[in-house]
């Protein structure tokens, strides 16, 4: 059965704009204050990261200061040590997010440490969110293949599911990083997670590298699962997974939504239209094949 209802996670203004070299601040800015706008609850707006790694989020603290907040909408970031986590605090963050990788080959080359290095950076993290009461999400990327270390065993991706659980994350978000799943494999993988972590914990984050994205996730809309990452015009990549494209477009997760009876509480055009605002600022077009056909209409 499918639910009734569906939260997106829009990571477009992260996901998406850290693999856009030529963003200005102003941009992106503009890009978020019409994603809240849309009907969003939860919009990734920064990352707290090495800038020598990702130099494209160095700007998160402008942005995630000078953006237009909506009441309702939680505006979150990614904060991969304590560093991170002070300055995602002073950027007023209301949620972070820790990311960490299911394969140990994407861990090193993401984040530069070992799986159980990451779980102990960790620590301290969930400590400091704990005290300030910021809800934790946690990343658990290659959950499908890693591009570096092959597929990913099913129980590999929920034993670290249920470490990242264990350290007092409220959600986790499982990535597949590089978009090579298909549904059969995604379900046994979902299947071994929810073994160990309640489904209403978990959301998928699919990157559409192989078209496979929208049929993995009705896979996991059938199991359970109801939060659902995307991002709008399907911008993205990841800069440690060499050839991944964007996530799946948040306009493509609505439309299989609306015919499905499912409600999302986003409203469809107004993210096309900041999709088309956010592409033509950086020289491209949306690879939502949804926003594309309504463009044509
Ligand atoms: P490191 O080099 O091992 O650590 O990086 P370090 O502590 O030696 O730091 C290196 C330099 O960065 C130092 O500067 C630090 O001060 C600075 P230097 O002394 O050389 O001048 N630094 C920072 N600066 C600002 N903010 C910080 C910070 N931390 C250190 N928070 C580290 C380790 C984790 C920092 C690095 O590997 C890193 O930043 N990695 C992030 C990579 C990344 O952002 N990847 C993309 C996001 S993950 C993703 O896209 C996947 C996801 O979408 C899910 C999926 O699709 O699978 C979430
Ligand atoms: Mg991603």
Redesign the pocket.
């Known amino acids: 059965t499918l639910p009734e209802k569906v939260t997106i996670f829009e990571?477009g203004a992260r996901?998406g704009l850290?693999n856009e070299a030529h963003v200005s601040t102003e941009n992106k800015i503009e890009f978020i204050n019409r994603l809240s706008q849309s009907g969003l609850r939860h919009i990734e707006a920064g990352?707290?990261?090495?800038?020598?790694?990702?130099p494209q989020?160095a700007d998160s603290m402008e942005v995630m200061q000078q953006i237009q907040k909506q009441p309702g909408v939680i505006y979150s970031a990614?904060?991969?040590?304590i560093?991170?986590f002070e300055?995602a605090l002073a950027a007023g963050a209301e949620e972070i997010a820790i990311?960490g990788s299911s394969s140990e080959g994407f861990s090193q080359h993401?984040?530069?440490?070992s799986i159980s290095e990451s779980l102990k950076r960790f620590e301290p993290i969930m400590l400091l969110a704990q005290k300030h009461q910021i809800p934790v999400r946690g990343?658990l990327?290659?959950v499908a293949d890693c591009p570096y270390d092959g597929p990913t065993p099913p129980q590999q991706v929920a034993n670290i599911a249920k470490a990242l659980t264990g350290l007092g994350c409220y959600q986790i978000?499982l990535?597949d990083?590089i978009g090579t799943g298909t549904p059969l494999r995604i379900a046994r993988m979902i299947e071994a997670v929810a073994s160990q972590v309640a489904l209403e914990n978990l959301a998928v984050?699919f990157?559409d590298t192989w078209g496979q994205a929208l049929t993995n996730i009705y896979q996991a809309l059938t199991m359970g699962i109801h939060v659902i990452d995307s991002s709008t015009a399907g911008l993205g990549g990841?800069?440690?997974a060499e050839g991944a494209s964007g996530n799946v477009a948040t306009e493509d997760v609505i439309y299989l939504c609306q015919g499905l009876g499912i409600k999302t509480g986003v409203d469809l055009d107004k993210i096309a239209s900041a999709g088309w605002m956010i592409t033509e600022k950086i020289g491209k077009q949306p690879t939502s094949r949804t926003s594309l056909a309504l463009k044509s209409q």
């Not at 990352?47 to 990702?54: C, E, G, H």
């Open positions: 990571v996901d850290q990352s707290f990261v090495s800038p020598k790694w990702v989020m990614l904060t991969p040590n560093r991170g300055l990311f993401n984040i530069n440490c990343y990327s290659c978000s990535g990083t984050h990157h990841c800069p440690y």
